[in-house]
């Protein structure tokens, strides 16, 4: 089993900004000092949901800050960058840490990015493709890429630093809707997947990763996909649920004020799985915030410790996957927080 | 059309059975769970396109809730609306389940891809129908509300209840048929055990699992078990002799299988083995092109492996126009719905069957690589039908040549004009067809359409009736129904004027 832990960068009115990123960077050391695998962080734009404007350059701070743990990105919204800048950062960061980077893009869900960084929401899935396509090609020729298709054009250059790693990084993506993991899995990259979803829904993500993924030559039982869960340990699960039900909302309500409305979504094509994901959620009433929230932690490893470890077990027994990231930033509280993790690390992990 | 006309295919190739190099593995669902096979214990299963993996039956004593209906007190509304939430989720090309559907019927059942991009949106459109459902409780209950609620019928109030636990053997030719059997029997409330088919393990394990995509806690998902058991075995005997009423499609070994050992009284639904044919009038006046388009059509869905399929048309008029019509349809339908991967007995009887002909002087046309052939052949010489869309074409010279051809194991009798029909529809009928269809609409089953001679619906239901008490009259009498006064003053002449 691998654990990572997800540093959110949440802003909630009680926190200043620096509080946020004091906190993310305590709570980095302490997933290191427990034993936790990797660290994992969020990138978002203009928005208190997220105060991590740029992943990559956060996870160059945190690698520097530790010593062992690895640090990923979940996710750098890939269109929003230049391919070659992407492929530089990744190679600079796997120098630099020794093999420590683990990168993770996606396509973006939030219409300001796209709007402010000039790009067409209606291809940001294709880009985020080409643009790893483009980032793989490059590791492949020793720095050497050019590149010419419908979307971008690329002189030919050598691009520096190379790969300190001797084979290319697991390179994850979110994969959500059919295509994506379609596409995710004729290349053998791993999926970051959620909880919220349910366990069969996972299933079937990954019923349909192995199908395409074995006709495609890669063992399905050797990728690493990463699950996330909202983590919360308490005396009982009650408590733990009650502890934090309530900032999940308002964190839930945050994201859906920035995230694409059901009309931008219905209107995008290539969020034709996310808008009938909406549209079910409407023919079940299940749309609101609170209904999705509660039934989200319903699954999730909120409770005592044996609540978690029933959890994580029946996911990797029923899923097989075996790597998760936490976030334990549930109750907004520094202590909590802290109190949770270790409880995590001393109650939970050896058990699992 | 010339002795023999070879037409060398423009469309996809026909493909013969090629074992896939991997191993599918399906699970299980019972009682809204996805139980995996435990490796070392699952059963191997030979599908068209190659082998599949599932569970060992040993789990079943276990595991299977074989006493407590789920779905007694649910109502006919929350059924249907579940229903459609499936269907909804299916019609979307972006739904995981039906893009792993489609590979899987493609890879492991040997269908193209667009035969099962069609079954999937046929999946979509049957189960998303609810105003149909509504319609199809009414046409065959006699009350769209009888499941709900007792319903007023003459002297009685009448309900109809689940039979309780019904067994479904499937049969791999029609994937739509698994969805309507699932379906019959969730709308009637029963639990629901599918033995899916070694021809396609596929679709009733993608529908229940697509149940638990959208809730795996849903009395609807939790009431139905897909399972495997192998021909014959003793597991399977005791699933059905637990059962409270049993529906088996496809031949007469499986019918006769589930009559030994269903519990005396319980009810066998039979569906098949049923054969079906066409007449075609084909004078100068008649519009030969379409006729043959539909009648194509006829034998092409499903690659004449369905009872409803057509096998033989009887040709009234110019047979010899019909026939190099129907040959240019059948090239023009394998573009449309290519032909499924076939195996080697298949593609050696389809030689056969030529060859046969060929000894008997038979005027033939046929794709070069085997996809279709039409074979003017006399009734007389037809030993055996191979399937795999051969249209054995019969010239007569008026209707009623063709009833020495039915009996009681003709379903469907398909024609072209519709209005030939008319005047033969009581003989064909009393000699035992139970289908009388415009061509090209053999597969399709319209609203109030007996199936096999009788009403699914009504085969899965037992009706309850409360009947009237002495006081109220019944139609026509005079006075209270008190039968030990009517019989002490004998007053017998009084009863149901």
């Known amino acids: 089993m691998q654990w990572g832990v997800a540093l959110t960068t949440y802003k909630p009115p009680h926190w200043d900004q620096q509080t946020v990123f004091r906190n993310s960077l305590e709570l980095a050391a302490e997933a290191e000092r427990l034993d936790f695998d990797d660290i994992w962080l969020l990138e978002h734009h203009f928005t208190e949901y997220g105060l991590c404007s740029d992943a990559m350059l956060m996870a160059g701070f945190v690698l520097g800050a530790?010593?062992?743990?690895?640090?990923?990105?979940?996710?750098?919204?890939?269109?929003?960058?230049?391919?070659?800048?992407?492929?530089?950062?990744?190679?600079?960061?796997?120098?630099?840490?020794?093999?420590?980077?683990?990168?993770?893009?996606?396509?973006?869900?939030?219409?300001?990015?796209?709007?402010?960084?000039?790009?067409?929401?209606?291809?940001?899935h294709l880009m985020m493709q080409e643009w790893i396509d483009i980032m793989f090609a490059t590791w492949r020729q020793d720095g050497k890429i050019s590149w010419k298709s419908d979307l971008i054009e690329i002189p030919e250059i050598t691009v520096y630093p190379s790969l300190a790693s001797k084979t290319r990084p697991n390179v994850y993506v979110v994969g959500e809707s059919p295509s994506t993991i379609e596409w995710a899995a004729t290349r053998g990259l791993p999926l970051l997947m959620n909880v919220p979803q349910s366990l069969e829904q996972t299933r079937a993500k990954l019923d349909l990763y192995s199908e395409i993924a074995e006709t495609n030559d890669h063992d399905p039982a050797e990728i690493d996909h990463v699950i996330s869960a909202v983590v919360?340990?308490?005396?009982?699960?009650?408590?733990?649920?009650?502890?934090?039900?309530?900032?999940?909302?308002?964190?839930?309500?945050?994201?859906?004020?920035?995230?694409?409305?059901?009309?931008?979504?219905?209107?995008?094509?290539?969020?034709?799985?996310?808008?009938?994901?909406?549209?079910?959620?409407?023919?079940?009433?299940?749309?609101?915030?609170?209904?999705?929230?509660?039934?989200?932690?319903?699954?999730?490893?909120?409770?005592?410790?044996?609540?978690?470890?029933?959890?994580?077990?029946?996911?990797?027994?029923?899923?097989?996957?075996?790597?998760?990231?936490?976030?334990?930033?549930?109750?907004?509280?520094?202590?909590?927080?802290?109190?949770?993790?270790?409880?995590?690390?001393?109650?939970?992990?050896?058990?699992? | 059309m010339n002795d023999k006309v070879v037409h060398s295919g423009a469309g996809s190739e026909t493909r013969t059975a090629k074992p896939a190099g991997r191993r599918l593995r399906l699970p299980f669902v019972i009682a809204g769970k996805n139980i995996a096979a435990v490796p070392g214990e699952e059963q191997l299963v030979e599908a068209p396109g190659g082998v599949v993996a599932?569970?060992?039956?040993?789990?079943?004593?276990?595991?299977?809730?074989?006493?407590?209906?789920?779905?007694?007190?649910?109502?006919?509304?929350?059924?249907?609306?579940?229903?459609?939430?499936?269907?909804?989720?299916?019609?979307?090309?972006?739904?995981?389940?039906?893009?792993?559907?489609?590979?899987?019927?493609?890879?492991?059942?040997?269908?193209?891809?667009?035969?099962?991009?069609?079954?999937?949106?046929?999946?979509?459109?049957?189960?998303?129908?609810?105003a149909r459902l509504w319609d199809t409780l009414q046409a065959e209950l006699g009350d769209r509300a009888i499941l709900d609620q007792w319903v007023r019928r003459e002297d009685c109030e009448v309900r109809a209840l689940p039979k309780g636990l019904v067994v479904h053997v499937l049969a791999g030719n029609v994937p739509i048929a698994a969805v309507l059997?699932?379906?019959?029997?969730?709308?009637?409330?029963?639990?629901?055990?599918?033995?899916?088919?070694?021809?396609?393990?596929?679709?009733?394990?993608?529908?229940?699992?697509?149940?638990?995509?959208?809730?795996?806690?849903?009395?609807?998902?939790?009431?139905?078990?897909?399972?495997?058991?192998?021909?014959?075995?003793?597991?399977?005997?005791?699933?059905?002799?637990?059962?409270?009423?049993?529906?088996?499609?496809?031949?007469?070994?499986?019918?006769?299988?589930?009559?030994?050992?269903?519990?005396?009284?319980?009810?066998?639904?039979?569906?098949?083995?049923?054969?079906?044919?066409?007449?075609?009038?084909?004078?100068?006046?008649?519009?030969?092109?379409?006729?043959?388009?539909?009648?194509?059509?006829?034998?092409?869905?499903?690659?004449?492996?369905?009872?409803?399929?057509?096998?033989?048309?009887?040709?009234?008029?110019?047979?010899?126009?019909?026939?190099?019509?129907?040959?240019?349809?059948?090239?023009?339908?394998?573009?449309?719905?290519?032909?499924?991967?076939?195996?080697?007995?298949?593609?050696?009887?389809?030689?056969?069957?030529?060859?046969?002909?060929?000894?008997?002087?038979?005027?033939?046309a046929c794709a070069e690589d085997g996809a279709w052939q039409v074979i003017v052949a006399s009734p007389e010489h037809v030993h055996r039908h191979p399937g795999a869309r051969t249209a054995l074409l019969h010239p007569i010279e008026n209707f009623d040549d063709v009833y020495a051809a039915v009996d009681k194991s003709v379903q469907t009798v398909a024609a072209h004009p519709w209005s030939m029909l008319q005047p033969h529809r009581d003989r064909l009928a009393k000699l035992g067809v139970s289908r009388l269809v415009e061509a090209g609409l053999s597969g399709t089953f319209r609203l109030g359409a007996s199936h096999d001679g009788f009403y699914p619906l009504a085969r899965l239901v037992r009706f309850v009736s409360i009947e009237a008490p002495s006081s109220v009259h019944s139609k026509g009498m005079t006075m209270a129904l008190d039968m030990s006064k009517i019989v002490e003053h004998r007053q017998f002449r009084d009863l149901f004027v």
């Open chain 2, 181 to 364: 059997s699932v379906l019959r029997s969730l709308l009637t409330r029963n639990q629901t055990i599918v033995k899916v088919a070694s021809g396609d393990p596929v679709t009733a394990t993608q529908l229940a699992l697509s149940f638990l995509d959208l809730d795996a806690q849903h009395p609807v998902s939790r009431s139905l078990h897909t399972l495997y058991w192998p021909n014959n075995s003793r597991a399977g005997a005791s699933i059905v002799e637990h059962a409270d009423g049993v529906c088996v499609w496809g031949g007469a070994d499986a019918v006769a299988w589930a009559h030994r050992h269903a519990r005396p009284g319980v009810d066998v639904v039979t569906f098949g083995p049923k054969r079906s044919f066409s007449v075609i009038r084909a004078d100068a006046g008649d519009d030969i092109k379409t006729a043959a388009r539909l009648v194509a059509h006829d034998i092409s869905m499903y690659d004449q492996q369905a009872c409803f399929s057509t096998q033989h048309v009887f040709v009234l008029g110019d047979c010899t126009a019909f026939a190099a019509a129907l040959a240019d349809a059948l090239e023009h339908s394998r573009k449309i719905i290519p032909p499924p991967l076939r195996n080697i007995d298949q593609a050696a009887a389809v030689r056969l069957t030529r060859s046969h002909h060929e000894f008997f002087g038979a005027a033939i």
């Open chain 1, 232 to 352: 919360h340990i308490a005396d009982t699960r009650e408590k733990a649920f009650n502890e934090i039900v309530k900032n999940v909302e308002n964190w839930h309500d945050d994201a859906m004020r920035v995230a694409f409305s059901a009309e931008q979504l219905r209107r995008l094509p290539n969020y034709r799985f996310h808008w009938s994901l909406l549209q079910d959620a409407i023919l079940k009433g299940e749309s609101e915030a609170s209904v999705v929230v509660r039934r989200a932690l319903d699954i999730s490893p909120v409770g005592t410790a044996q609540d978690c470890i029933e959890v994580f077990g029946n996911l990797t027994e029923k899923t097989g996957v075996k790597h998760f990231i936490c976030g334990f930033e549930g109750t907004f509280e520094r202590e909590r927080i802290f109190e949770s993790m270790n409880r995590f690390s001393a109650e939970v992990m050896p058990r699992l």
């Open chain 2, 54 to 130: 599932m569970p060992g039956i040993g789990l079943l004593d276990d595991i299977l809730p074989l006493s407590e209906n789920l779905l007694a007190d649910v109502s006919t509304q929350d059924i249907i609306s579940f229903l459609h939430r499936v269907g909804k989720m299916w019609e979307s090309d972006e739904y995981i389940r039906r893009r792993i559907y489609i590979k899987q019927m493609c890879e492991f059942t040997g269908y193209s891809e667009q035969m099962a991009t069609a079954e999937a949106d046929l999946i979509a459109a049957t189960l998303r129908g609810g």
């Open chain 1, 66 to 124: 530790t010593k062992r743990i690895k640090v990923g990105t979940a996710i750098v919204v890939a269109p929003i960058n230049h391919p070659v800048r992407l492929a530089e950062q990744v190679a600079l960061l796997d120098q630099l840490s020794g093999g420590r980077f683990l990168p993770g893009f996606g396509r973006g869900y939030f219409p300001k990015d796209f709007e402010v960084f000039g790009v067409d929401p209606k291809q940001n």
